[in-house]
């Protein structure tokens, strides 16, 4: 089968999208609802995911979740990807100290580990969901702004490109008329394997206890829940990171299959 790698990504995304816009209408229970009775319980005929310490359905609580890491994960993206190209056109178009100075800075953060900066950032800022947003577009940019600016850098040469410099065409005309158009396609490689980076992210600083907080669920808040009863509730951690791994791997999936797709010399 042609592409299947970008088929099998594409419906693994299709299939968690799909939970996350009918999550009211797919989850079996509320995913607040405590019966502390039935905490650490495991699957039966109704939970068939079983049940946290709280005794919440972790079924419920893995469907609403996953509107967590899709929201962050495609909000944070784009966002970075938006900024990114912008810096990146400004610093491949400008040149000289202009493109100096934005390099250099982009060496700075690239000298810190980017969860290592983003734990920093929501240390300052506070737990919560839109600080987890700010403090991972902080260094979410920095990809879109290599490559734009590398794609520049490359097509400033081309004939087409210097026909149109020498005919007067403005920077803004150059850059959204030439350079972008044909930059297209690595732009939205990066994309999708940023997005990828970014749910993992999102997923370590809940499991930190820096992301979104409780009772609103989240995969990687469910694994810190759940890392205490390894060994008597296994099922606590089990579902919540097998869900977080399809998802990465279903969005890497889609990335290697678009990266076929749009460079068809690109060899395994």
Known sequence: MKNINFKIGVSI??????????????????????????????????????????????????????????????????????????????????????????????????????????????????????????????????????ITRGQILSLREREYVVAANASGASTGRLIFKHYLPNSIAPLIIEFAFGMAAVIVAEAGLSFLGLGVQPPQPSWGAMLNEGRPFLLIAPHLTAFPGLCLMLLVLGINLAGDGLRDMLDPKTTR
């Open 13 to 146: 995304i299709g299939f968690f999208a799909s939970a996350a816009l009918l999550a009211p209408l797919i989850a079996p229970f509320d995913p607040y609802s405590q019966e502390l009775l039935y905490g650490l319980a495991g699957s039966d005929g109704s939970h068939l995911m079983g049940r946290d310490l709280l005794g919440r359905d972790i079924l419920s609580r893995i469907v609403y979740g996953s509107r967590v890491s899709l929201f962050v994960g495609v909000i944070t993206i784009t966002v970075s990807a938006v900024i990114g190209v912008l810096i990146g056109g400004i610093a491949g178009s400008a040149g000289g100290r202009t493109d100096e100075l934005i390099m250099r800075i982009i060496d700075i953060l690239l000298a810190f580990p980017g969860i290592l900066l983003a734990i920093s950032i929501m240390a300052i800022l506070g737990p919560g969901l839109s600080n987890v947003i700010f403090a991972l577009c902080l260094t979410g940019w920095i990809g879109f702004a290599r």
